[in-house]
T-cell receptor, first 110, second 116 residues
Framework: DAKTTQPPSMDCAEGRAANLPCNHS???????VYWYRQIHSQGPQYIIH???NNETNEMASLIITEDRKSSTLILPHATLRDTAVYYC???????????FGSGTQLTVLP | GAVVSQHPSWVICKSGTSVKIECRSL??????MFWYRQFPKQSLMLMAT?????????EQGVEKDKFLINHASLTLSTLTVTSAHPEDSSFYIC????????????FGSGTQLSVL
């Protein structure tokens, strides 16, 4: 699976949009981009995934660049409960290959 | 969304005893479940893949005789930490895959194991 690079930490003001970047320059054509988040002492939570088109659901939006070498997860109106470690993962679909990197610690500030 | 229940959420045990952790998919059938371990301030590390009706597949460096996995039904997988020692203290998390290609993972809430 392709490796991902994320900033170790980010802050965001409550109510503002949180934009979390992820680089995956070695992504291959059949690999999807997945985002999960983990609130302290809980299991990870699925957020969103995409292949090459931008995606939106009730939790977030996923913007994937045209060359697919990077993506951005957008939380449109961050709340204090969005404070968590966010993991960007790329893989081809076999869940066994899901590898968690170090993620980005997002802290939403009041 | 799909629900994966993990029990217990925390357990304290004496060194040398065995501890069993259960992982259930509540509203879907999961032919494959996964077990992860997470140390403080570190990311999740895949330990093993649990396959219903067959032997689990362990990642390199994970002792299969120490971490016994049983996946006897489509909704239940168990991880037993045998002869636990203090270095086995960790946060253990299970997950089950759901989706047309089985790619979307849903996670349990985790089990914090403390071995005294």
């Amino acid at each position: 699976d392709a490796k991902t690079t994320q900033p170790p930490s980010m802050d965001c003001a409550e109510g503002r949009a949180a934009n979390l970047p992820c680089n995956h320059s070695t992504i291959s054509g059949n690999e999807y981009v997945y985002w999960y988040r983990q609130i302290h002492s809980q299991g990870p939570q699925y957020i969103i995934h995409g292949l090459k088109n931008n995606e939106t659901n009730e939790m977030a939006s996923l913007i994937i660049t045209e060359d697919r070498k990077s993506s951005t997860l957008i939380l449109p109106h961050a709340t204090l409960r969005d404070t968590a470690v966010y993991y960007c993962i790329v893989h081809s679909g076999s869940a066994r290959q899901l590898t968690f990197g170090s993620g980005t610690q997002l802290t939403v500030l009041p | 969304g799909a629900v994966v229940s993990q029990h217990p959420s925390w357990v304290i045990c004496k060194s040398g005893t065995s501890v069993k952790i259960e992982c259930r998919s509540l509203d879907f059938q999961a032919t494959t479940m996964f077990w992860y371990r997470q140390f403080p301030k570190q990311s999740l590390m895949l330990m093993a893949t649990s396959n219903e009706g067959s032997k689990a597949t362990y990642e390199q460096g994970v002792e299969k005789d120490k971490f016994l996995i049983n996946h006897a039904s489509l909704t239940l997988s168990t991880l037993t930490v045998t002869s636990a020692h203090p270095e086995d203290s960790s946060f253990y998390i299970c997950s089950a895959s759901k989706g047309r290609r089985g790619e979307k993972l849903f996670f349990g809430s985790g089990t914090q194991l403390s071995v005294l």
